[in-house]
């Protein structure tokens, strides 16, 4: 069994331009890389808070003996409520690093991955939500589909739907490894022999993981919530390994560092133009991608993108 590697480690930290006497917010503690590393750049007064959905991650973050970090149990959606119940309103940073852990794909008892015989499970909170299993049992045919090309990006959506509903009448879907190898059958006899370096179940477990995780829905609910707790000169350091996700935080971030457009030809100051203006968010350079050398010694970091953003304003 590997341990995990924090993806981006120093990148997303130093991203964060940290202040020693500063408020940080992690939201995906998972093992916490970046969380001990945050904590090791904080002065005696300097703050860490940690969430996460995974009951796992939150007994990791228990063994972390300091009284500038608490970790809670929940979804960084539920951030701003959280912190609110906690007296905090106002941070200085805050790191979301999106998708899954290495313990939590290596631990055969969660189902999400195909490599081995597992109980198709694949939820982030075991304590609570429906399984993948049980959502198998008795999802459409249409709405599989649609989880799988939505979510997946696969575009034999159609077939490996029909196939797991065909499947599912002869007996219950209950493995991973049952599940894997229905849509091997129909992805394989497909793909051409370039595109075998991926399993061909990779796309619709992500798919399905997704979907029975809210992950994007939680996204989109979290995004807006970092720009309101931001303090001035808080930065917001995003890691995502899925292009769905990347998307969506480019596109966030990208509104939320335009301005409205002035008419042209107004004689307005720089303080003038952030009075009036709704830009929120200043862009903190290009993606950062992991180097070929973490790739290497970490081949789950091929996929990952950061983006950085800084909080510009209090205005509106």
């Known amino acids: 069994m590997h341990s995990h590697i924090t993806v981006l480690l120093h990148e997303a930290v130093d991203a964060l331009a940290i ?28 703050r860490l808070i940690a969430f996460d959905k995974d009951p796992a991650a939150i007994l990791s973050g228990e ?6 970090f608490c970790i809670m149990h929940g979804s960084f959606s539920k951030m701003q ?5 906690m007296g905090i309103k106002k941070i200085d940073g805050v790191l ?8 939590q794909l290596e631990e055969i008892s969660r189902g999400f991955s195909f490599r081995c015989a597992g109980p198709l499970d694949m939820r982030m909170d075991t304590n609570s939500g429906q399984t993948a299993a049980e959502w198998l049992a008795t999802v459409t045919e249409d709405q599989l589909e649609k989880v799988i090309r939505d979510y997946g990006e696969e575009r034999y959506a159609r077939q490996i739907a029909r196939a797991i509903i065909m499947a599912r009448a002869r007996q219950p879907i209950v493995t991973t490894l049952q599940l894997a ?3 091997s059958a129909v992805v394989r006899s497909r793909q051409r022999q370039r595109e075998n370096m991926r399993h061909p179940a990779t796309r619709t477990f992500q798919a399905i993981r997704i979907f029975l995780n809210q992950e994007l829905e939680e996204l989109s609910l979290t995004l807006p919530q970092c720009i309101e707790l931001l303090n001035a000169g808080g930065r917001m350091v995003v890691i995502s ?5 990347d998307r969506m935080v480019k596109q966030f971030m990208r509104a939320a560092a335009n301005p409205d457009e002035l008419p ?29 050398n973490e790739i ?21």
């Not at 063994?63 to 500038?68: G, M």
């Open 264 to 292: 042209r030809g107004v004689p307005l100051r720089e303080k003038d133009l952030q009075r009036f203006s709704k830009q929120k968010l200043k862009l903190i350079g290009k993606a950062v991608r992991p180097s070929e």
């Open 19 to 46: 202040k020693p006497d500063g408020i940080y917010v992690d939201g995906t503690f998972g093992r916490g890389g970046h969380s001990r590393l945050i904590l090791s750049k904080l002065g005696k007064s300097g």
């Open 296 to 316: 290497a010694a970490n081949v789950r970091a091929r996929s990952a993108v950061m983006r950085i953003a800084e909080r510009i304003t209090l205005n509106g």
């Open 63 to 68: 063994a972390i003996k300091d009284k500038r």
């Open 241 to 245: 390994f899925h292009s769905l996700e």
């Open 181 to 183: 190898e229905i849509i």
């Open 81 to 85: 409520l959280m912190l609110q119940e």
């Open 96 to 103: 979301l690093d999106l998708g899954v852990s290495s313990p």
